[in-house]
């Protein structure tokens, strides 16, 4: 039986948590769901945002579901020592878990393309998946330097790294339309010339069937927003996939509809990519959406469920257009939402 840890953590994230779970029992009633704590919670309970049970409870977890993180910005737990505020929490939770490979898909629901700051027209039927690459590259090398009035970092990557999100890449590719742009910026950067290199090598020796075009970053930059639909699958580096995912996040047109997921070799991360909203939590009202997405990717990623994901994300959408959320312009409350999923799972 499969052993999803949850980590519902701050402000709205348990209340957002709960929906989720409650979703993932109706449509895999044999997982075993086990919570633990994290965050500004956790420090108040362990004195730790992220306690040693915590951290033990990954070893045998086949996935984890995590809420948010985080209080107001008057918050007590943002006067501790950094190591001990709630987003240390989350940055341990990533590095223990390993995760290489970041997902996010952007996706407009259809009968909310009014939410979108794009032109209708532009939003509609719009489905990117961007994956980035997240443990490699510029943010992470160790030749970082600054002295005085010169400072150095260093973009590196090798082929192992390239290969291994590329193969995420075009693994989502395959369940989906079968294309996968790759991003880079080649005509100036030698690492760019190496991604290029081998997520083309790795196409052609093993995913023949996916259609792979490469293109620069600044170019995708336009095109993302002036054509969404042009693309399916988007590949990235680091530090090109971080300012592509946010530019992109604003596309569906609110926060609520972001759902993500994180891959490694070990259990997998799902999250929304919301915070605690410190301003609605308690009184019920925040938007699940997202967090029941991310449930939906963790079926669909985390343990292989493809059939019971694409039945959540029926069911999300049925609800998102019968009983939008407040953030949705809607009336619905979190309870209301999720009851409208959970109705939407029962008659699938
Ligand atoms: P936020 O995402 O929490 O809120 C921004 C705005 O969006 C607020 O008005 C909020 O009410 C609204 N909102 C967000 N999620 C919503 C949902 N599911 N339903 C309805 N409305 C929603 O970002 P903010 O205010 O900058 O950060 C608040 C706290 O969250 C801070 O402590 C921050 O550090 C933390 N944070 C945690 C993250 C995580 O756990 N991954 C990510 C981003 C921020
Ligand atoms: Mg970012």
New binding site residues.
């Given amino acids: 039986m499969p052993k999803i840890i949850t980590l519902p953590?701050?402000?709205?994230?348990p209340e957002?948590t709960a929906a989720a779970v409650a979703v993932l029992r109706e449509v895999a009633p044999d997982v075993i769901t086990e919570e633990h704590a994290i965050?500004g919670g956790a420090f108040d309970t362990h004195g730790d945002p992220f306690p040693q049970r915590t951290r033990d409870a990954l070893q045998d977890a086949d996935a984890v579901l995590?809420?948010?993180?985080?209080?107001?910005?008057d918050?007590p737990w943002?006067r501790l020592p950094r190591h001990l505020r709630?987003?240390s929490g989350?940055l341990a939770l990533r590095k223990a878990l390993g995760c290489y490979a970041n997902l996010r898909p952007v996706r407009v629901q259809p009968g909310l393309e009014h939410l979108s700051p794009l032109k209708p027209e532009l939003a509609r039927g719009v489905d990117i998946l961007i994956v980035r690459e997240l443990l490699g590259g510029i943010y992470f090398d160790g030749d970082r330097r600054l002295e005085g009035h010169v400072a150095y970092n260093t973009m590196r990557y090798t082929t192992p790294e390239v290969e291994r999100v590329a193969k995420v890449a075009f693994w989502a590719a395959e369940q989906r339309k079968g294309r996968v742009t790759s991003v880079d910026k080649a005509n100036v950067l030698e690492v760019s010339e190496l991604w290029r290199r081998d997520v083309q090598a790795l196409r052609d020796r093993e995913y023949r069937s996916i259609h792979l075009n490469h293109e620069y970053v600044d170019s995708v930059a336009m095109l993302i927003v002036a054509n969404p639909s042009r693309y399916d699958v988007v590949v990235t580096e680091n530090l090109f996939g971080d300012i592509l995912s946010d530019l992109a996040a604003v596309i569906p047109g609110?926060?609520?509809l972001m759902p993500s997921a994180s891959l490694g070799d070990g259990p997998g991360l799902f999250?929304?990519?919301?915070?605690?909203?410190?301003?609605?939590a308690g009184q019920g009202?925040?938007?699940?959406?997202?967090?029941i997405q991310s449930a939906g990717m963790l079926l669909r990623h985390g343990l292989g469920r493809p059939d019971a994901a694409n039945q959540v994300d029926r069911a999300v959408a049925l609800a998102l257009r019968q009983h939008p959320?407040?953030?949705l312009g809607g009336q619905a409350d979190t309870q209301t939402f999720t009851q409208a999923v959970l109705r939407a799972l029962e008659t699938s």
């Fill in positions: 953590g701050d402000g709205i994230g957002v965050g995590l809420g948010t993180v985080g209080g107001a910005h918050s943002n709630p987003e989350l609110s926060l609520g999250e929304p990519i919301h915070g605690s909203a410190p301003d609605i009202m925040a938007n699940p959406a997202a967090a959320t407040r953030d």
